[in-house]
């Protein structure tokens, strides 16, 4: 009672044939595969936003370490 039968899927199918007719199914189907690319694309540029860049870590220079270390000295 849980999985539907091949039977099942044909009457669904026979359905769908008499509301959209021959005709209107390759066409709602692509409206429908362009949706879900929009919808992809919609998702990918959030990710996108969302994620800041990350930090720029830049090593310390010679002379600050040399400073630093003549300001403990003295």
Do not use: C, N, Y
């Amino acid at each position: 009672m849980g999985s539907l039968s091949l039977m099942h899927w044909m009457i669904v199918l026979l359905v769908v044939l008499l509301l959209f007719g021959a005709g209107k199914l390759p066409r709602v189907m692509g409206d429908f595969a362009k949706g879900i690319k929009a919808f992809k694309a919609g998702m990918k540029d959030d990710d996108e936003a969302v994620a800041p860049p990350p930090p720029q870590v830049t090593p310390p220079s010679s002379t600050a370490t040399a400073d630093r270390a003549a300001h403990d000295r003295g």
